[in-house]
């Protein structure tokens, strides 16, 4: 294993990640429709994502645990930015710029999303309440006091008329 083989898994980290931001910028525009099936299907788009970056990243640790001839737990990039030379050392400093780079896009488009997610979940809640309240009184009156004509047995209509 050398630092090419670390170069392309984070190519190939950083292609999943840029698609990663591709499908949180679809869902944006899918939870702004308010259309439930092809989120769900964006879900499982992204799942699939997901699950191979996590592979992708624990081939990359073991990769990299083997170049740097360290028993760390997680080497970082920085640490094989310093062991490469030349071309691969660029490489691997431009892989983190554009991996940091899409990361932050994703992070930030996932906060957004949630957000609207979020307003989302509060709209249909005061759209519940207002179908749904839960006064047991519609007249205004303090609380626990009895009104004068319940009190008297009587209406508030004069029936002697």
């Known amino acids: 294993m050398s630092i090419k083989d670390v170069i392309s898994n984070l190519e190939k980290l950083t292609m999943l990640q840029k698609s990663l931001v591709n499908i949180s910028m679809q ?4 939870i ?9 299907q964006l879900i499982k788009n992204e799942s699939k994502h997901i699950q191979v ?58 906060r957004l999303n949630q957000q609207l997610l979020e307003q989302s979940l509060q709209f249909i809640q005061v759209s519940m309440d207002l ?16 009104s004068e004509y319940e009190e008297l047995n009587r209406s508030i209509f004069n029936s002697k008329a």
């Open 32 to 40: 702004k429709s308010e259309d439930v099936e092809p989120l769900n």
């Open 53 to 110: 970056i996590k592979k992708i990243e624990a081939d990359l640790i073991a990769i990299s645990k083997e170049v740097n001839g360290m028993e760390e737990d997680s080497p970082t990039i920085t640490d094989l930015i310093h062991l490469a030379e030349g071309d691969e050392q660029e490489r691997l400093l431009a892989l983190k710029q554009e991996l940091e780079e899409t990361i932050g896009a994703l992070t930030k488009r996932n």
């Open 27 to 30: 869902k944006t525009e899918i």
């Open 131 to 146: 179908l749904n309240p839960t006064i047991d009184s519609y007249n205004y009156e303090k609380p626990n006091q009895s």
